[in-house]
């Protein structure tokens, strides 16, 4: 089925791992976003990209890293795991403003919960 | 910078109950709004979103919303709940260009009883 897909789904890590989530679009969007999702504070974006080889600082990059070497995946990477980073990490990709698709058309992945201890 | 206030944080209803969960935002320019729904455990959905046009926008499951430009609000609504209502409901904003960032709001949960 097409649409966004998240690995791993659940991760345990112990503090000082590191570790690199992947998300995977089959729907040639070109805009891609990482947000962690806290209770009691929505989802905060961490980094995002525009296109194949770009990347930015979302609202919360300290301790994550991210890539876009292709354009159907977008890497997420924490060098050095803090229990702070403890949390549900949602992946979301739409197309480029008036490249087709549905408009404003957002699909968010089934997450990833992880824990850092 | 952006924000996204949710004033309701936690809403408890009975079935049949009317539901108007509030959203405002702080961007005075254009910008796209969006109301998604988090059932446990699962990810993300798209309930209704407003571009452009009739400010009262219909989405699914019998949920629409209505943009008042002068208040820069986006209330949710529903004549009638129904226990399958019980997630989390998050207000987005995006700002065209510049990313299309979508920023969120802090969530509400909304508990229906039978």
């Known amino acids: 089925n097409a649409g966004v897909t998240q690995t791993p789904k659940f991760r345990v890590l112990k503090t000082g791992q590191s570790m690199t989530l992947l998300c995977a679009q089959d729907m040639n969007h070109e805009y891609m976003y990482w947000y962690r999702q806290d209770p009691g504070m929505g989802l905060r974006l961490i980094h995002y990209?525009?296109?194949?080889?770009?990347?930015a600082k979302g609202e919360v990059p300290d301790g994550y890293n991210v890539s876009r070497l292709k354009k159907q995946n977008f890497l997420l990477g924490l060098e050095s795991a803090a229990p702070s980073q403890t949390s549900v990490y949602f992946c979301a990709s739409r197309p480029t403003p008036g490249g087709g698709g549905i408009i404003g058309g957002y699909t968010f992945g089934s997450g990833t919960r992880l824990t850092v201890v | 910078a952006q924000s996204v206030s949710q004033h309701n944080h936690h809403v408890i209803l009975s079935e049949a109950a009317s539901l108007e969960l509030g959203c405002n935002y702080s961007?005075?320019?254009?910008?796209?709004l969006f109301w998604y729904v988090q059932y446990p455990g699962q990810h993300l959905q798209l309930l209704l979103k407003?571009?452009?046009?009739?400010?009262l926008v219909k989405g699914i499951k019998g949920f629409e919303a209505e943009f008042i430009k002068s208040k820069f609000s986006f209330n949710l609504r529903k004549p009638s709940v129904q226990w399958s209502d019980t997630a989390e409901y998050f207000c987005?904003?995006?700002?065209?260009?510049?990313?299309?960032?979508?920023?969120f709001g802090t969530g509400t949960q909304l508990k229906v009883e039978l």
């Open positions: 961007y005075g320019g254009t910008v796209n």
């Open positions: 987005a904003v995006n700002r065209p260009g510049g990313g299309n960032k979508l920023t």
């Open positions: 990209s525009v296109g194949e080889g770009t990347t």
């Open positions: 407003y571009f452009s046009g009739d400010p």
